[in-house]
């Protein structure tokens, strides 16, 4: 039913390897989040862009660097990490960047080992 | 302190009770959201409201924007109804979404 698709599902990776996270939403909108969900923690906002150029970078480590190369398209790619990035990380879009009903994707639950 | 709390972390109910969830802020706010997420981790906005009452279904979510204060209520409980909450707020300086912790409700049959 979402019109936004995350890919991986799932994702396991060591400290040294570099990976990266993809969103495509498909419902025309000009805003993409990246979220964190951690255990027993509420979600995190991690970065926001809208009409391609990044609004928000919530203090997000740099070994995080976000890219959005469309409005439809937004990756997340991931290089020496740590076992405390192991969370769920999720993909958002809406409308505009403001006070609107955001669409998640079904998230990419990532490991760390 | 979380700006936004959620009250019950996890609620245990029978098919076909009445269920209350309840969300408090401690922020400025100009819109609240409910959201549901299954398990597996999909998320799907409920509802979004900056007063008053909604209504969708078997859902009725109310705010009071003087105490601060927004429940979610279920009627008629089912088994597929269980899920994470989530209360949401755009609040705060910047204006984004705060997100409580959620609330996990199990209905048994």
């Known amino acids: 039913e979402t019109g936004v698709t995350q890919t991986p599902r799932h994702l396991v990776m060591g400290m040294t390897n570099k990976k990266s996270l993809k969103c495509e939403q498909h419902?025309?909108?000009?805003?993409m989040y990246w979220y964190k969900q951690s255990a027993k923690k509420p979600l995190e906002l991690m970065f926001v862009?809208?009409?391609?150029?990044?609004?928000e970078n919530n203090s997000v480590p740099s070994r995080f660097s976000p890219e959005c190369p469309n409005s439809s398209h937004l990756f997340l790619h991931l290089h020496t990490l740590q076992p405390e990035d192991s969370a769920l990380y999720l993909c958002?879009?809406?409308?505009?960047?403001?006070?609107?009903?955001?669409?998640f994707g079904p998230g990419t639950r990532l490991t760390v080992l | 302190k979380n700006e936004v709390e959620q009250s019950p972390q996890n609620l245990t109910a029978q098919e076909g009770e009445f269920i209350t969830i309840n969300c408090s802020y401690s922020?400025?706010?100009?819109?609240l959201h409910w959201l549901q997420q299954h398990p597996g981790g999909g998320i799907v906005s409920l509802f979004m409201?900056?007063?008053g009452k909604k209504k969708h279904g078997r859902l009725i979510a109310t705010i009071n924007i003087q105490e601060k204060h927004s429940s979610l209520h279920i009627t008629a409980s089912h088994p597929r109804d269980s899920a994470v909450y989530i209360c949401?707020?755009?609040?705060?300086?910047?204006?984004?979404?705060?997100f409580g912790t959620g609330t996990l409700l199990a209905v048994q049959p």
């Open positions: 958002a879009s809406s409308q505009e960047e403001a006070v609107r009903t955001q669409y």
């Open positions: 419902l025309g909108h000009n805003a």
């Open positions: 862009y809208n009409f391609k150029e990044q609004t």
């Open positions: 922020v400025g706010i100009s819109a």
């Open positions: 409201l900056s007063s």
């Open positions: 949401a707020v755009y609040g705060g300086a910047t204006n984004k979404l705060i």
